[in-house]
């Protein structure tokens, strides 16, 4: 009888304490650790989170990726139908947070907590070259004007129209801001607004499309967390953003998905999408050849050669240097290239030229920063490089980051700095615009060509997924 009661009393009590386990209240960092994963809100765009060639890339993907890691749990996304959904999710608590390049806004803040600002955007008015350029908001006439429903461009429109009352425009849910950019590419719509950043990415791939004015200042963009007194998962983000700004990491995955030239205009642009439907596919199967040959990837040897040459295979510069990587005589002997006019033969003596510069920067040095130097000594010479890399240093900057060390190229050309240097002046203003310039037209690539997946490698650290540079 006393075993029987001890027995029953025993059971009770297990069922008490596994009752009391469910229902206790978990604080938000201990129900992330305890299930072993971080749940984060975002959206499919060129800005946050996007696949490339089959694998998850983008600026909030990386970033989030790096929190989960940091907490030591795997991490999962969660992508709503609706812009707006991510907002109303977001208050509800259905996820731990939101990475959806999203911008703090007052009406936001009223339900939303908001990491500190890791960047800053402005919005944008776009339009077609075939429409007369709107000089102001007051010249907005068309109907067909459209943007995201629950956007903070849709928000920022309602403040405009109290000033002006005859402003009038879509709201369009389950699209993108691709998608309306695409409609405008397409005359199907006269305007629509994208973010700074959005529009820098996906421009080359619509070049006929330009920025009208900016109808917003600078609007910082953020994480957003439920509005709640549990700050135990809030306080170690805004930490972690901290540390990464402090050590220089912020900055890199801002130069590695935003960093690239802005600089080329409309008939740039025009003129590489009309090279590229041209020019390119008899050449393409010379840069695939080449890039096997020494593990690169031919759309970065395509990139360079168009920065090189616009891919003419008789391109020809006042100095002498000749053909489609426009190689000088001394770099053509010493690569193996007996004709600088032949595609092939250039192709491959450029290929051969880079890899020897990559092969020779440092190995310590990371990708990508370690192709963007070579690059930069593709164009400037090895020794200036080290040059700029020597002054970097000095000037208390990491001289292993391209970063850093972009900024310093200019001084180059400087007397009061090329004198300390060992190799003297250098055009260092051009070797940073020719490594720009060369990443913008390898975006571009990227973006309307499939990369071999042998390219791209993969691997699980912490639970998270990180995607490592292509074999560059």
């Not at 790096?66 to 996820?95: C, M, W, Y």
């Not at 389950?174 to 998608?179: A, I, L, R, S, Y």
Request: hydrophobic share 40%; net charge positive; aromatic share 12%.
């Amino acid at each position: 009888m006393y075993k029987r009661l001890l027995c029953r009393l025993l059971v009770a009590y297990i069922i008490l304490c596994a009752f009391s386990s469910c229902s206790r209240n978990l604080s938000a960092l201990d129900a992330v650790i305890e299930r072993g994963e971080l749940v984060v809100l975002t959206r499919n765009d060129p800005t946050t989170y996007f696949l490339s060639n089959g694998i998850a890339t983008g600026f909030e993907y990386e970033l989030a990726s790096l929190f989960a890691e940091k907490l030591g749990v795997n991490v999962r996304f969660i992508f709503p139908t609706e812009f707006h959904n991510i907002l109303q999710l977001s208050a509800a608590d259905e996820a731990d947070f939101a990475a959806a390049g999203l911008s703090i806004t007052p009406q936001r803040e009223q339900t939303l907590r908001f990491t500190p600002a890791y960047y800053e955007v402005t919005q944008q008015l776009i339009y077609h070259y075939r429409t007369r350029r709107p000089k102001s908001i007051k010249s907005l006439k068309s109907p067909f004007f459209d943007v995201i429903k629950g956007s903070s461009h849709s928000e920022n429109l309602h403040q405009l129209k109290l000033k002006r009352p005859v402003l009038n425009w879509g709201e369009i849910s389950q699209t993108t801001v691709f998608e309306l950019v695409s409609m405008v590419n397409d005359g199907l719509l006269d305007y629509t607004i994208a973010d700074s950043n959005q529009f820098q990415l996906i421009r080359g791939q619509f070049p006929e499309l330009n920025v009208a004015f900016n109808i917003s200042g600078p609007e910082k963009i953020a994480w957003a967390f439920p509005k709640s007194n549990d700050v135990s998962l809030y306080n170690p983000a805004v930490n972690f953003l901290d540390e990464l700004k402090k050590d220089g990491s912020l900055q890199q995955l801002q130069d590695q998905f935003f960093g690239y030239s802005k600089a080329l205009n409309y008939v740039g642009l025009c003129t590489f999408d009309a090279h590229q439907q041209s020019r390119l596919p008899k050449l393409k199967r010379f840069f695939q050849a080449s890039a096997a040959n020494y593990k690169l990837d031919w759309k970065l040897l395509a990139a360079v050669a168009y920065q090189e040459s616009h891919w003419d295979r008789h391109a020809i510069s006042p100095t002498g240097v000749r053909g489609i990587m426009m190689l000088t005589k001394p770099t053509a002997k010493q690569m193996g290239v007996t004709n600088r006019l032949d595609p092939a033969q250039s192709i491959n003596g450029g290929t051969r030229y880079l890899a020897s510069r990559i092969k020779k920067i440092p190995s310590r040095i990371a990708e990508p920063d370690r192709t963007w130097m070579a690059l930069a000594s593709y164009n400037i010479g090895f020794g200036h490089l080290e040059d700029a890399r020597v002054l970097t240093q000095q000037q208390g900057g990491d001289p292993d980051r391209w970063i850093e060390v972009k900024k310093r190229l200019p001084l180059l050309e400087k007397k009061q700095w090329y004198t300390q240097t060992k190799y003297g002046y250098a055009r260092g203003t051009e070797a940073l615009k020719y490594v720009e310039n060369v990443r913008h037209y390898y975006r571009i690539l990227s973006r309307t060509n499939k990369q071999s997946p042998a390219l791209n490698k993969q691997k699980q650290n912490g639970g998270a997924l990180h995607i490592q540079p292509p074999a560059l």
